[in-house]
């Protein structure tokens, strides 16, 4: 979206949603790890009552604190409290069917039930920003290192082309931290990666330092790691201390030799009680940086955009860059900086107005209303077909 009025765009659409959850009875569908996302942003920031979970599995009672109702239930309570609302605390992929169940199951209208991404991404930060005055982003990646233990052919962020690798340093890594909780109040998802994260030797210092000094502003906090690098005692007692879930992308595939030390690492996650996802399935998609030249006009530029809204949020040298993957294809392919990707975060002034402007910057605002490597991206992976064996290697990795 094009910005006409940077720090004044979210005002009407406030206007259309201000009185949506205020003063009633919210439930969240869905008692696991994206209902309990929606549970702590919600409970950290607002005092909007969450009255309780349902859930499909009779096993669980109590959730974060509050009651887990079985779906039978649903249509009961619901009845009784017919203001009260329901986020869906699933993905869309399947929120978008519970969502019609739902409505159909309790006689209820399908607008009493509200889908996650509509929720988390929009109407909540909306909110927040224009009757609270408070940041509320939904996901960043903070760069710990451009070094990685593999060179991936189509790496997402295109690392083996890099012709230099820039340090992140503790001291350099701390000073960021400090711009971005000072301006952020609560971030859904707080993720550190690289490149390998583990390959930064001061790793412990700086989990210990976000982990102590703003694990309240955090909703989850994990690493993406590629599972090469074993953790030592420090780092996985620190992981444990701060609830940090691990995700292990899995390359196994593509580079079988690295099997045994990647299950290997994955147990000692385990047998430290860290919450560990192995992310077999994923798909990986070829955005194309470097050979699509697409023919668009400007209008079509800024609805190609529109329609991508990628969530790869990343955070690297004091500023948030929109997409991270245009981020860093323009440094491999040496194209000068596109100023609509980043949002200065630890160079300009900290005030109400630059907190707005950072609001409709993460919703999909910016100057030209698209971005320069837009013209040369098959789109985010929810967009983008364009599918590719995942974790190609170049030859002699
Ligand atoms: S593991 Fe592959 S995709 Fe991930 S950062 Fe390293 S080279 Fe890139
Ligand atoms: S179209 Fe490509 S470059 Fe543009 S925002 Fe989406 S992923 Fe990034």
């Not at 909110?127 to 940041?135: A, H, Q, R, T």
């Not at 900086?337 to 999909?364: A, H, P, S, T, Y």
Request: include cysteine; glycine fraction near 6%; aromatic fraction near 12%.
């Amino acid at each position: 979206m094009k910005w006409n009025s940077p720090g004044n765009e979210l005002e009407t659409e406030y206007l259309k949603i201000s009185d949506k959850y205020e003063n009633k009875k919210i439930y969240i569908y869905g008692a696991g790890i994206v209902g309990g996302r929606v549970f702590d942003s919600v409970s950290s920031l607002t005092d909007w009552e969450v009255a309780g979970f349902f859930d499909k599995d009779s096993s669980k009672k109590s959730y974060k604190g509050i009651p887990v109702y079985h779906r039978s239930q649903m249509s009961e309570i619901l009845k009784n409290y017919p203001d009260s609302m329901i986020l869906l605390g699933l993905l869309d992929s399947l929120g978008k069917k519970i969502k019609d169940e739902i409505a159909k199951e309790c006689g209820i209208s399908s607008q009493r039930c509200v889908l996650y991404e509509e929720f988390i991404r929009y109407e909540f930060p909306v909110i927040m920003l224009c009757k609270y005055e408070k940041v509320f982003l939904d996901t960043v990646t903070m760069i710990v290192t451009e070094r990685c233990t593999l060179r991936c052919k189509k790496c997402s962020i295109m690392l083996p082309y890099f012709k230099s690798i820039k340090e992140f340093p503790f001291e350099k890594l701390k000073k960021e931290a400090d711009a971005f909780f000072h301006m952020v109040d609560f971030v859904g998802n707080y993720t550190l990666t690289g490149g390998e994260p583990l390959l930064n030797k001061e790793l412990p210092q700086i989990v210990e330092y976000i982990g102590q000094n703003y694990r309240d502003k955090v909703g989850s906090f994990q690493f993406i790691t590629n599972g090469m690098l074993s953790p030592n005692e420090e780092l996985l007692l620190l992981i444990k201390k701060y609830d940090i879930a691990i995700q292990v992308s899995d390359y196994t595939k593509a580079v079988p030799s690295i099997k045994d030390k990647v299950l290997e690492n994955i147990k000692k996650y385990r047998e430290h009680g860290i919450n560990v996802d192995f992310l077999c399935n994923a798909e990986w998609v070829d955005f194309g940086f470097e050979s699509v030249e697409h023919d668009m006009s400007e209008e079509q530029l800024i609805a190609f955009f529109d329609y991508c809204r990628t969530r790869c949020r990343g955070y690297v040298d004091g500023k948030i860059r929109y997409c991270i993957n245009a981020y860093f294809a323009a440094k491999a392919l040496e194209k000068e900086e596109d100023d609509n990707n980043f949002f200065d975060i630890i160079n300009l002034e900290q005030n109400m107005e630059q907190k707005r402007m950072l609001v409709e910057f993460d919703l999909g605002y910016n100057k030209d209303g698209y971005l320069s490597m837009c013209k040369h991206c098959n789109g985010t992976c929810e967009i983008n077909k364009h599918f590719i064996e995942v974790g190609e290697q170049w030859e002699n990795h």
